[in-house]
């Protein structure tokens, strides 16, 4: 078997290829000897660089690969054994660090990938920052704008002002070409041009509120472009350019429900105004989003602005609306209080007046009465006295009932026998009974104190009045008078919700119950009784003449003094229950005995006549005069009578006892006679008792006398029990102030 020789037989190096390998290593030496030193002067220009034992690792690769290669310049040629071994060895360590630089390439490639993303998620964020400063120079670029148009927009309260500098602000600030302002009409159904920057259109062009463009801006809270050829755009002339953008916002406007803002309209609903802004011709400027939020802002700025002033405009308005309505009523409080004194003036000069003519009436009458006279005469006579008595009690409730209503009349307190009130209205009442054949009948409670502290005038006159009402509107049959110490749980009554009594260790209330056995009274009737001159279906009906003015002054007594009246029936033909409570003191000693003030009607005890006893009247009125030294001659008295001040002054002398004075003489009045007596007569039992005989019921009246040392007051008319009654009491107490 022939032998095959695979190896390709050795040729003699070929001289060139020798010369270009050596040539190649000599400059791959060169290079990669290089390549390190570009690395050192990386890393120690590279402060920050993470992988500096790397590019250590990487260049001693590099260096040994240029080693080799350098090494390899020698093996050309013949070379010897130590040669081939610093070959064999340089060739060794640069295969291990070439091992060793790609295992560590493979850990450190994924670490320069990460590098790379967070270097470009840096970069993206940088990016990101920077929008965000620009957009935070811009607020603040736009912030700066709108405090400025703010500042402007609010240096005046004044709506056209704040409007027009709005429009000129933006102009100037967004170097706009146009900016207008529609503002709805009266109507709510069209914009009509209001306000414009340039003022170069007629201001009061209209366009219908209802536009697809308008809804479409009144809908968004934002600003909105919108054509240049809109109608609310329609505002420039005309030009060779192309228009620049418009945009419109709207303006929210006050809520007017409650406002009446000269020619604005009365808005019931949310509306608006319209604004719009348009950048010039000439320019292929546009909006930016920084200046369409300065626009939104402004827009709301203006409306807030509107709203100030809007309020403004009102609460002028309503000062003026006020101050024009407190002079009506200081000119109305003024006329009230000319007339509350014109008719109080009037009032005491007719209750003077008439109670002169009545004191006559009555005086005669009752001397008449005294006198032979036929039963038919008899009878008139009675019939004039009565008729008398109730025209003299319609003026007292007349004054009492204008004092009332003026809020002038005051309780007159002080201490009193509660039972002789009552007794002293069953002894007046009864004769007046008696004559219709009533049963008139007293209760009066076990527990009810004897004494108490309150008004007995307009007690006795509540009273007088309540049951004479029974008697007027009953035919027949009985009328009860029941008065008890109310309790506790009496004090609430269901039928009087209205009613809040307020109970106290020093007070109680007394309940007072008239019941008749009358025609009775229908339910929806009851509430007419306590107004004046009230005339029912029922009292109408029978003839009555209506309540007058009894239960209306009844009323206001009992709510003047805390208490509470009402009225019960079932209805007509059953009867009627009146009902009242006051509030009264309880005096401090029950046996205190009672003050020296006398009821206003004196019990008929004492003499009937008086003989000799010497009497001085003073009253500037002859008939007057007269008819009180009548009175005083029936009752045998020796009377002296004068008719001014300086006569009484002259006459009197210590055997008058008793001086009756008119205090309302021309001159020097009675009040300075009374001092001028005192002064005159210094001993007591010297000094005649002076009583004041007048017309006047006001409480100046007996503070005066009281105040000038006066011993009584009686007010006219005067009848001749009642002259007998005050000579009695006179005599007897020495003092009799009648109460008023």
Known sequence: MDSCNCIEPQRPPDDLLMKYQYISDFFIA???????????????????????????????????????HLINL????MHTRTVAMVMTTAKVFTAVVSCATALMLVHIIPDLLSVK??????????????????????????????????????????????????????????????CALWMPTRTGLELQLSYTLRQQNP????????????????????????????????????????????????????????????????????????????????????????????VEVVADQVAVALSHAAILEESMRARDLLMEQNVALDLARREAETAIRARNDFLAVM????????????????????????????????????????????????????????????LDLGTFNLFAVFREVLNLIKPIASVKKLHVSLNL?????????????????????????????????????????????????????????????????????????????????????????????STATRNSGGSGLGLAICKRFVNLMEGHIWIESEGLGKGCTAIFMVKLGIPERLNEPKLPFMPKVPTNHGPTAFPGLKVLVMDENGVSRMVTKGLLVHLGCDVTMVSSSEECLRVVSHEHKVVFMDVCVPGMDGYEVAIRINEKFTKRHE??????????????????????????????????????????????????????
């Not at 020698?74 to 040629?77: N, R, V």
């Not at 500042?151 to 409007?163: M, P």
Request: proline content about 5%.
């Open 445 to 537: 409670a076990p527990d009810l104190p004897e004494y108490a502290i309150g008004d007995e005038k307009r007690l006795m006159q509540t009273i007088l009045n309540v049951v004479g009402n029974a008697v007027k509107f009953s035919k027949e049959g009985s009328i009860s008078i029941t008065a008890f110490f109310a309790k506790s749980e009496l004090l609430r009554d269901s039928r009087t919700p209205e009613f809040f009594p307020v109970p106290s260790d020093n007070h109680f209330y007394l309940r007072v119950q008239v019941k008749d056995s009358g025609v009775g009274i229908s339910p929806q009737d009851i509430p007419k009784l306590f107004t004046k001159f009230a005339q029912t279906q």
């Open 203 to 294: 201001v009061g062009y209209t366009v219908p509120i209802h536009l697809p463009v308008i809804n479409q801006v009144f809908s968004s809270s934002h600003a909105v472009k919108i054509s240049p050829k809109c109608p609310v755009a329609l505002i420039r002339p005309a030009g060779k350019y192309m228009p620049g953008e418009v945009v419109a916002v709207r303006v929210p406007l006050l809520h007017l429900s409650n406002f009446q803002i000269n020619d604005w309209p009365e808005l019931s609903t949310k509306r608006y105004a319209l604004m719009v802004l348009m950048l010039p011709s000439d320019s292929a400027r546009q909006w930016h989003v920084h200046e369409l939020e300065l």
């Open 687 to 740: 000094r005649p008792i002076i009583v004041a005989l007048t017309g006047n019921t006001d409480k100046v009246t007996k503070e005066n006398c009281m105040r000038v040392g006066m011993d009584g007051i009686i007010l006219k008319p005067v009848s001749l029990d009642k002259m007998r009654s005050v000579l009695s009491d006179l005599l007897e107490h020495r003092v009799l102030f009648e109460a008023i």
């Open 351 to 410: 209750n003077h007046e008439m109670r002169t003519p009545m004191h006559a009436i009555i005086a005669l009458s009752s001397l008449l009465q005294e006198t032979e006279l036929t039963p038919e005469q008899r009878l008139m006579v009675e019939t004039i006295l009565k008729s008398s008595n109730l025209l003299s009690t319609l003026i007292n409730d007349v004054l009492d009932l204008s004092r009332l209503e003026d809020g002038s009349l005051q």
């Open 74 to 77: 020698w093996t050309f040629t």
């Open 30 to 68: 060169l290079a990669y000897f290089s390549i390190p030193l570009e690395l050192i002067y990386f890393v120690k220009k590279s402060a920050v660089f993470p992988y500096r034992w790397v590019l250590v690792q990487f260049g001693a690769f590099i260096v040994l690969c240029g080693a080799t």
């Open 117 to 178: 993303t967070r270097e470009l998620f840096l970069k993206n964020k940088a990016a990101e920052l920077d929008r965000e400063m620009g957009l935070i120079r811009t607020q603040e670029e736009t912030g700066r704008h709108v405090r400025m148009l703010t500042h402007e927009i609010r240096s005046t309260l004044d709506r056209h002002t704040i409007l027009k500098t709005t429009l000129v602000e933006l102009g100037r600030t967004l170097a706009l070409e146009e």
